[in-house]
């Protein structure tokens, strides 16, 4: 019986406490060594090996962030952002998907965040990494879909582990935690119960879903009250 899952890295938060929760719930979590670059294909394969026919699931964080605008950051960091980034999501992908695809399949869950799709400006590079990932893991449900592989994309919304964003073009980071409904910054472990069940066959007619899972934090526009019948947005002021 598979019982295997991977993190491939866990400097977030909830993959760390996400990896706890299942092996207390049963699963032998692995996770890939800090000596092994994910965008070497190669040493990655190499440490797979071992684990072939028993994985069950890989969970792959997003790239770590590299805050500044575009106008600002240096080739360093470009290079930097692109191994980290796409690199390290397609070495991922193509080594775990191939294994999960030769032993009947499995889950392969992208543990990101809401700035695939709402990007904000001292995270530029950071941004294009979790898009790039996002557009990824369709590719992933397509292609491996057939061989029994489910893939997620999970876009997490912000909590108190994550950097201090804050943007003069974005208000995201602002008065978080009024942006939920619940009016408080949400758990780190808020996710565990979602990824644990996205590791099940039942999960299967998600595959290739971006889930937004960000307890509606994007769905909030600034408070909002009627003026003579028609709404008015209150921005908060930086």
């Not at 695809?101 to 904000?120: C, D, F, Q, R, T």
């Not at 909030?220 to 002021?237: A, I, L, M, N």
């Amino acid at each position: 019986m598979k019982n295997i899952v991977v993190l491939t890295d866990v400097r977030m938060a909830e993959a760390r406490l996400a990896g706890e929760y299942l092996a207390g719930q049963g699963w032998r979590v692995e996770t890939v060594p800090k000596d092994i670059c994910l965008w070497d294909e190669a040493a990655l394969s190499a440490w797979a090996e071992p684990l072939a026919g028993e994985i069950a699931g890989v969970i792959h964080p997003a790239p770590p962030r590299i805050l500044g605008g575009v106008e600002a950051v240096s080739e360093e960091d470009w290079s930097r952002a692109a191994d980290e980034g796409p690199m390290a999501a397609w070495c991922v992908t193509k080594v775990f998907c191939g294994n999960m695809k030769e032993n009947g399949g499995g889950s392969m869950i992208y543990l990101n965040s809401i700035h695939a799709e709402k990007p904000v400006g001292l995270g530029a590079l950071y941004s294009m990494g979790c898009a790039a990932a996002q557009m990824l893991a369709r590719e992933v449900a397509q292609d491996y879909g057939q061989f029994g592989v489910r893939s997620f994309f999970i876009q997490k919304g912000i909590t108190q582990s994550d950097p201090d964003s804050k943007s003069p073009v974005s208000s995201v980071y602002y008065g978080v935690d009024m942006r939920y409904p619940t009016r408080k910054m949400p758990e780190e472990d808020q996710l565990n119960g979602l990824i644990a069940f996205l590791l099940t066959p039942e999960a299967w007619p998600l595959n290739g879903s971006d889930l937004m899972a960000d307890g509606a934090m994007t769905q909030y526009y600034t408070h909002r009250r009627k003026v003579e019948g028609r709404p008015y947005y209150d921005w908060p002021s930086s």
